[in-house]
């Protein structure tokens, strides 16, 4: 087995404290691929101080998973480490209802998420957000590497005596209900999917071996100091194994003599249900899973195309330097066309050279032909590969007017959102004066309202307001001197855009609010699945002033939420990858013309129920 | 009667309000900076390892500009195919062979200029740009260091050693490095990590002195061991495997086992305790991350005042992608060890170097020479001192 | 008994010239103006003189509150007249004490210190002999005010405590100048040992290589403080200064009042008043930590020992302006209790009192004082502005009597006689339900302590004093 990947390529042996890091460390290997993130919706980790353990994110659950190192010891066979996983969920998320009533506690605490970030720190205070425990072993020179996930299939306590409320008004939890009642197994299980993937593929070779076994811990009593009985009810504890290499060189470890074995076998083998299809299997040839082609999305490389708008001195030159530096500071590129000529470009010094700058020579991006535009793409994308593509507008063009273009370059892009920077200080009398600086705020998927050091709190106020009549479906970020994360604006993974972030709720609007303005955005709901046929065709019949399209459907012939987006005429659908618990909608943005086609979608929805 | 029970109540008074002052003040001194006070705080357990103390550092910038246009060469890489791409094969001079992006081999290179190294290396140079991508691109990073013993010896070092034999050899004759290899007066060659930016330059170094020591990681896969044989190095090759390995009194190499991209495992970097200052860390990429750096010194090292004074190198953020994009601010973090003299270049990032000078860092400013891109910079042939 | 046997600040009674709340106004809003306008004129970065290095203007601070307390308090204002200090206006007399007290602090700083001890003792006292060292201006000039700013702390707790905690024995019968000679030389040889035992090591620390064969490096109390520097001891001495004013004025000299026996009643005061400032001082301490996390040693600022030791100081401080202003211009208000009552109400009353000043001047200092925002930025030192304010209130109320709220009138022969039994409390007795209500005092306190230290991380959490 080849470990050099994630252990010192010329070390003699490797002792057992450097165990723990090699998982680290292959995560971080394995996130040098782009389509590893988003196969396993990473949404990346930090290092704890001390380096004891790590947290980490993944699109799965909102809230956060802790990995801390429990002990690691040399055996006969080789080093093993064990690890404790724990899961700390966002306050308000449903899930810390069924932990324990010390998560609880802990979660509502204001220090809570300063304390995730340091858990490791704090053993004692983390204890009760453990889920699981993981084993890892190497067996000597190498020979195989295993992994192991320990966890209770479904853990329940019930508090025989009831939790009384601190002001001895009512039950927290009534007598015989349960303080816990948490399927721990299934919160561990992407995580540990993650870190089994992650292996795959700096290892390079798939896992020879996997084993399921089970047993039963029988139930318990205990008491507290108070004198209140908590019953422990009987609980199956699952064993997940997977090695990798010769599986004869591991002990097998954690069979006790009531363990059942459920399954046992190669990757060809008997498998059960759940892991039939888990990523292990997979991503030690991720070019082999690309053309399987059923993560499709996950290996879209095509750039993202982000339409940077915001009248003149609104700080757009800023944000892109800013931008930049981000993506190069993580190896990738952007790319930026311009046509700004003359005006003070991009800061020549972080791509010196510049090459990946690409200037339209017509004066103006809304009066050139997509040709020359798609010509730009091209030649970037095939010297450079960017990650992104910036279209940077003019302060004075109306980026309306580039979405139809956009529309003829989807083989090309992605494209993202149209980012309108808003100057704070003069905005106020801009968005009054011009309409072009009006339509570019109307246009606007992303609003960044810039120089707010400028300005006081009651302009600022006055200013959102303002936006807010123009656009109030864009999420907007106030700055000062274009500071912002990227990563707060933009989703890089094309399958998982976030509800939430994508359209705020905004209220039903219908024509005729900004209908003198020009341009107006109308929603509509849906109660129930669409036809997928019947959607098309009403796309296709769009009348041209619709100039843009976004939402989130469900369809008939699918259980999962879809992503909409339609761009001048042309659209794409794709899996949303995420839970979607809200009323499927679509808003339309253009000039106002008749979209009856839209909205007899949901008058007849119900009838179509296929 | 009532006037005893006024009387008693008065005294109760008069004893609750003693007694509260009393308990308050007693609380504080007998609990306040107590062991069982600061159990509810999380401790870090620090190993506070004593490795001596120098009296000065020098650090003298030969070069920091790996490369010269920076999107050309992450196009390179990821039209090799990303970044798990191993280098030696994404055809950059010294080992490119021709055949194009991803196509290149340890084997076919060396075999153009292998009998050329280290001696010929303009001849050598020029064979390889005529086979490698954008032949004009490589730079290199390597810095000479100076450090002035408690008895006022000095000895001196050389951290990395570039990339392009050519802008090297200008680079090393520039800051008199050649006359010094030469003369024996370089005590050792530490190598940060396998990178072509601080690696593939080798054979400038052996030219004019191949029996020099070499530090390396255990991280160096075998085609980086066989240049360093290619290289008629001829001198005592240390593979560093221990986490912190004293090199001089108040010089530790501590060593990080990080993947990197493109097929490199592990960074070395420099701790210095400088007498009377504190602690001085100097790195070529810190591909561990500046923070994980600070920590790991913080938590393993012994170093007067117990102060962080200064720092050199490339400043990477973290190998992490975080999780909570708000709290990105490196600048911040930055802050909290309380650096006094930063002197960052290289991989930095420009903003970055800006910021942190906005943010009233005691940065020290270069004078971007020689192609050196910003003053925010240490640039190339700029010097920093830390300690005298 | 006639009142030259008493010190002139026991001799008068200050007698509020309006009724109602009106001169304590007047008076804070002239002392206001007042602090701006030197404030502007010697301290203010962007002022005239900019004193505010800050450690020069730190120096001019503490040296003038000394040179009050030796004018007013130990030598009883000799050698100035005391039918000139009863005749005088307030306004004349406030002027001539104040530069009197400027020259003589003139004369100490530079002639002592700098050319006397600078030049032939100890070389860091003396700027120029550091800089021609090699030593930056800047530097030299701090650390050579840090050193003489440092003498001044220390004496600014030793002498007040020789007349308040010892009440000036065994010299109390001395005529002046003799006694103020006595106690001055006597505080300051004190002060002195102090001085070497606690800073000298700090200095020696500052300069590199340390000065290993001048001082001992690194410091004893190094493990114990975490830290080398000498803001540990700049912390418990501050607050010793602090609590000797506490004992003075809103205490009244309770609870150690109440022991009869001369020795022992001058030996607790003095010993207890350090180890209330200890108890305050590790408060104040283990309260950052709470609030801002565990220090790390070898950082800076807001998360070093170093600092968070000198942020005692500062908030000790701020626990003393409040103080002083209940003393002088509320009357020490309340008043209508028995006097534990009182003393444990205004001890209360002041501590908040000092939690709001701290959150104001944090919010509000950098927008007209010309320091910088943040708690730990070396351009910010509340101790300077706050000892500033501190001293003009000295100068109005031992120099000017009040003026123009207060006017001085004699004490009458049996108010004078109140002064002199005063200085045994017969007030509070022993008895079984004080020792019940001492009792349910001392759990209650020990439960506020509790509540207050669960709280601080809550605090930390969840408000932002300066964004």
Request: include cysteine; charge should be negative.
């Amino acid at each position: 087995m080849n470990l050099s990947a994630i252990l010192p390529p010329s070390r003699t042996r490797t002792e057992a404290r450097a165990l723990p890091r090699t998982l680290a460390n292959s995560l971080l290997v394995a996130c040098q691929e782009r389509p590893f993130k988003r196969l396993t919706g990473w949404r990346g980790m930090a290092p704890c101080i001390g380096g004891r353990g790590w947290t980490c994110r993944l699109a799965a659950h909102p809230g956060i998973y802790g990995v801390s190192v429990t002990d690691a010891q040399d055996t006969a066979t080789g080093p093993t480490a064990r690890l404790t996983l724990h899961y700390f969920p966002t306050p308000d998320e449903d899930i810390l209802e069924r932990m324990p009533l010390a998560a609880v506690l802990a979660a509502t605490q204001p220090e809570y998420p300063a304390a995730v970030r340091e858990f490791a720190s704090w053993p004692d205070g983390a204890q009760c957000f453990a889920i699981a425990s993981v084993n890892l072993a190497l067996a000597d020179n190498d020979a195989a590497l295993g992994l192991s996930l320990m966890a209770v299939e479904h853990s329940r306590v019930i508090a025989e005596d009831g939790v009384p409320l601190p002001d001895g008004d009512g039950w927290l939890v009534a007598p015989g209900d349960a303080e816990v009642d948490l399927a721990e197994r299934e919160l561990a299980m992407p995580l540990f999917e993650t870190l089994a993937a992650a292996l795959s593929l700096s290892l390079g070779e798939r896992p020879t071996l996997f084993t399921r076994t089970e047993r039963m811990e029988p139930g318990r009593e205990t008491m507290t100091p108070d004198g209140r009985r908590f019953r422990t009810m009987d609980a199956t504890i699952v064993t997940d194994s997977i090695v990798w290499g010769d599986a004869t060189r591991l002990p097998a470890e954690d069979l006790c003599a009531d363990a059942r074995s459920i399954a046992h076998g190669g990757p060809d083998g008997e498998l059960p249900e759940d892991v039939h299809k888990a990523l292990w299997w997979t991503t030690h040839d991720l070019a082999a899973l690309e053309r399987a082609g059923e993560h499709a999305a996950a290996f879209d490389m095509r750039p993202r195309l982000v339409v940077l708008s915001g009248f003149l001195g609104a700080g757009k030159t800023t944000f892109l330097n800013q931008l930049l530096e981000y993506h190069a500071s993580r190896d990738e590129m952007v790319a930026i066309i311009q046509n700004e000529i003359g005006q003070t470009g991009v800061d020549g010094k972080l791509l010196e050279g510049d090459d990946s700058i690409v200037e339209l020579d017509e004066g103006c991006v809304c009066c050139t032909l997509a040709g020359s535009l798609a010509r730009g793409i091209e030649r970037l994308t095939a010297s450079f590969h960017p990650e992104v593509i910036v279209l940077e507008a003019t302060g004075l063009a109306n980026p309306f007017n580039l979405l139809d273009e956009i529309g003829a370059l989807r083989h090309l892009v992605r494209f993202d959102s149209v980012t309108t920077l808003v100057d704070a200080d003069n905005a106020a009398r801009i968005l009054d004066d011009c309409d072009i600086a009006r339509n570019q705020v109307r246009a606007a998927d992303i609003l960044v309202l810039n120089k707010c050091d400028l300005v006081d709190d009651a302009t600022r106020a006055a200013i959102i307001r303002r936006i807010r009549e123009l656009n109030a479906r864009a999420p907007l970020v106030e700055t000062s001197h274009a500071q912002v994360n990227p990563a707060l604006l933009y989703d890089t993974d094309p399958v998982q855009i976030a509800p939430s972030g994508l359209l705020p709720n905004m209220p039903e609007q219908h024509h005729g609010s900004h209908a003198d303005e020009g341009f107006i955005s109308t929603r509509f709901g849906f109660a129930a699945p669409l036809n997928r046929a019947r959607l098309v065709e009403a796309l296709v019949s769009c009348p041209p002033e619709v100039f843009r399209i976004k939402g989130i459907l469900r369809f008939a012939d699918s259980e999962e939420p879809e992503v909409l987006q339609y761009v001048g005429g042309r659209f794409e659908l794709s899996r949303l990858g995420g839970a979607f618990d809200d009323e499927p909608f679509l808003v339309a943005i253009g000039r106002p013309c008749d979209l009856s086609v839209l909205s007899a979608l949901s008058d007849t929805c119900e009838g179509d129920a296929a | 009667m009532s006037n005893d029970k006024k009387v008693s109540r008065r005294d109760f008074m008069k004893g609750a309000a003693t007694g509260l002052c009393v308990g308050a003040f007693a609380g504080m001194g007998l609990y306040s900076y107590s062991p069982w006070a600061y159990s509810r705080l999380p401790k870090v357990q620090r190993k506070l390892e004593d490795f001596g103390a120098c009296r000065s550092v020098r650090v003298t910038n030969i070069s920091e500009t790996s490369w010269f246009n920076n999107a050309h060469l992450i196009g390179d890489i990821h039209e090799a195919g990303g970044l798990l791409v191993n280098q030696y094969t994404l055809n950059w001079a010294p080992f490119a062979n021709g055949k194009g992006s991803a196509k290149g081999s340890y084997d076919e290179a060396m075999a153009t200029i292998k009998d050329l190294i280290p001696h010929d290396l303009e001849k050598a140079w020029e064979i390889q740009k005529g086979l490698s991508l954008h032949p004009e691109n490589p730079g290199g990073y390597s810095c000479l260091i100076e450090v002035e013993a408690l008895d006022g010896t000095i000895t001196k070092y050389l951290l990395d050693t570039g990339w392009s034999y050519e802008w090297m050899d200008a680079s090393f004759k520039r800051e008199g490095i050649d006359e010094m290899l030469k003369a024996h007066e370089i005590e050792a060659l530490f190598i940060s990590h396998e990178h072509w930016d601080h690696f593939w330059g080798l054979p400038v170094t052996t030219k004019y002195d191949p029996r020099i020591p070499l530090y390396v990681h255990d991280g160096f896969y075998k085609e980086g061991l066989q240049y360093i044989k290619d290289c008629k190095h001829t001198g005592d090759l240390k593979v560093i495997k221990d986490p912190v390995t004293r090199i001089e009194s108040g010089m530790a190499l501590l060593k990080f086992d990080v993947p990197i991209i493109n097929r490199v495992f592990g960074e070395t970097s420099l701790a210095f305790n400088v007498q009377g200052k504190g602690l001085v860390l100097i790195s070529g990429c810190c591909h561990q991350g500046i923070l994980q750096f600070a920590d790991f010194a913080y938590t393993n090292l012994k170093y007067d005042n117990d102060r962080f004074y200064g720092i050199y190198g490339g400043l990477h953020i973290s190998p992490f992608e975080d999780w909570d994009p708000k709290y990105d601010d490196l600048v911040i973090s930055l802050g909290k060890w309380g650096f006094e003299r930063i002197g960052c270049n290289h991989c930095t990032g420009h903003l970055t170097a800006k910021k942190f000078i906005e943010a009233g860092y005691p940065v020290v400013r270069g004078t971007a020479r020689f192609r050196s891109a910003s003053k925010d910079y240490l640039g190339n042939g700029d010097k920093i001192a830390f300690g005298c | 008994m006639d009142s030259s046997s008493f010190s002139y600040l026991e001799s008068r009674k200050l007698v509020k010239r309006w009724n109602g709340p009106i001169p304590a106004l007047v008076n804070t809003l002239l002392i206001a103006a007042f602090f701006y306008l030197t404030w502007w004129i010697f301290q203010d970065p962007r002022g005239m003189m900019r004193m505010y290095t800050p450690y020069v203007g730190y120096m001019v601070c503490r040296w003038l509150l000394i040179l009050f307390i030796w004018v007013a308090y130990i030598f009883d204002f000799w050698p100035f007249k005391r039918s000139w200090l009863t005749r005088t206006h307030p306004l004349v007399k406030g002027t001539v004490l104040t530069l009197f007290s400027v020259a003589a602090m003139v004369l100490l700083i530079k002639g002592f210190f700098v050319d006397i001890l600078g030049n032939f003792g100890i070389a860091y006292f003396n700027p120029d002999r550091l800089i021609e060292m090699g030593i930056t201006d800047f530097y030299s000039i701090e650390y050579a005010a840090e050193a003489i700013m440092m003498f001044a702390a220390i004496a600014s707790w030793l002498s007040p405590s020789w007349v308040v905690a010892c009440e000036n024995a065994p010299w109390a019968k001395l005529r002046q100048p003799a006694r103020g000679i006595t106690i001055v030389l006597v505080t300051f040889f004190f002060s002195m040992i102090v001085y070497f035992l606690t800073m000298h090591s700090h200095m020696a620390i500052l300069f590199y290589p340390w000065q290993k064969y001048t001082a001992i490096c690194p410091p004893y109390w190094e493990d114990f403080a975490n830290t080398v520097s000498g803001n540990f001891h700049i912390a418990w001495i501050m607050c010793c200064t602090v609590v000797v004013w506490l004992y003075e004025t809103i205490w009244e000299r309770y609870p150690f009042n109440l022991i009869k026996t001369d020795w022992l009643r001058r030996t607790a005061s003095f010993f207890g008043i350090i180890a209330i400032a200890l108890a305050l001082c590790y408060f104040l301490y283990y309260a950052q930590d709470l609030v801002w996390g565990s220090t790390i040693r070898g950082t800076r600022r807001l998360m070093a020992p170093d600092w968070r030791w000198l942020h005692v100081g500062e908030m000790a401080i701020f626990w003393l302006v409040p103080t002083l202003y209940l003393n002088f211009y509320c009357g020490n208000w309340p008043n209508k209790f028995s006097r534990p009552v009182n003393v444990c109400l205004r001890t209360l009353l002041t501590a908040v009192m000092a939690v709001v000043v701290y959150v104001i001047y944090y919010k509000t200092s950098h927008l007209f004082l010309g320091t910088q925002k943040g708690f730990s930025h070396p351009q910010q030192f509340p101790m300077i502005p706050m000892i500033w304010l501190i001293n003009i209130f000295l100068i109005n109320v031992w120099f000017m009597d009040g003026w123009p709220g207060w006017k001085a009138v004699p004490k009458t022969e049996a108010e004078l006689e109140h002064v002199h039994a005063e200085v045994v409390a017969t007030d509070v007795k022993w008895s079984s339900t004080l020792a019940k209500g001492l009792a349910v005092g001392l759990a209650a306190g020990i439960a506020l302590y509790a509540l207050i230290i669960n709280v601080l991380p809550w605090i930390g959490a969840n408000l932002t004093i300066i964004e």
